[in-house]
């Protein structure tokens, strides 16, 4: 039996819960039959040592956590206390300060349980303390829903480890390919910005996507796995929310398209997030909407190119599980004992 906790219960919680009862059988197949035994999101959920069943679950996705006839005031000490194997997080945090996801992770590791997560700004600021506390105790950490969500990029770069990447670009936010094709299209910055929260791509508030924060966030995981050691506080990042409209429109006259380029230099540490004029026809170019790409340039001259969907909480929820399997090959490798 694998004991989880839900940790967050928006978007991307219902998506994987809906995931995970669809793909119980998988984990049953392993012997490693899942037991929910806890769901809880901000204000409460629910807690049952005996397992949460697959009809409550879906009761709980459709009508609402807080609508639970068994709902409590509970928080994550109460989850804790049934000693969850693994926790599925999907809470979003501070850029800031990563709260209160870092606090939730240190929590759930210290009592050695594994640890998924989506939010990739607690990694982004404290990658290495969480990596190695992760070892320290014995539990897993998986994030690979962290960068470009619906397309597993962060397995890519965990294959490169032992190759010699010189230089990393890429688009990694969609809301800001979607705002500039408005602009270039003849909507102003702030029309275009006003349509993209309209139809809900992007937040009401803008500024961690257009800003390039959460670009940042991205190529500092990248950054991180690839060995270096930086924080997202070290980042260079540039909003394109001061761009000028012409600017932006005529671009395309002259061959280029603006785009919210994140560059991460290995050989100097540098990591930067900033609009760039690129080629129309080039990779980074002919990414829109919910696409991103990533162009990983190596020490031998050859490049990678990774072009994928990001979103929606669906591709991250079964990327999630993704991390879920991973786990569990883990577990059934090491005779069950990856628990510290
Ligand atoms: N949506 C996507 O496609 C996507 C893709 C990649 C990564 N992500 C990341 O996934 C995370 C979740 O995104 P989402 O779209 O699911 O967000 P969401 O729909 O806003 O849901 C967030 C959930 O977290 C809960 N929560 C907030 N603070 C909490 C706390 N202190 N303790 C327990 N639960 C708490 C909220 O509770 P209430 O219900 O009470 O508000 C809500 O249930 C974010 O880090 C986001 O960046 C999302």
Redesign the pocket.
Known sequence: MLKIAL???????KSFTKVLINRAAELTRLGLEPCVVGV????GGLINDKCISSRMLMELVNKGLYNAFNFRVIDLMDLIKLKPDIAVV????SYRTGE?NLTIYRLLMSEGTSVIT???TGLALAYWELINESKARGVFLGFT??VM?GTPVIQLIKGLRGRVVENIQGVLNATSNYVLTLVENGLTMSEAIKRAIEDKIAEPDPSIDLGGLDAAAKATILANVLGLNVSLRNVNVQSLMNLNDDYVKESTRRGVRIKQVASIDLPNRVISVKPMEVPVNSVLGSITGNYNALIIRLNDGREITVIGPT???EA?AEVMFSDLLEYTDLLLTMGKRIKG
């Open positions: 940790v967050g219960f928006g978007n991307v919680g809880i999101a901000s204000r999907s809470i979003p945090p209160p989506a939010d990739k829903a962290t969500a979103g929606p909480a991250t």
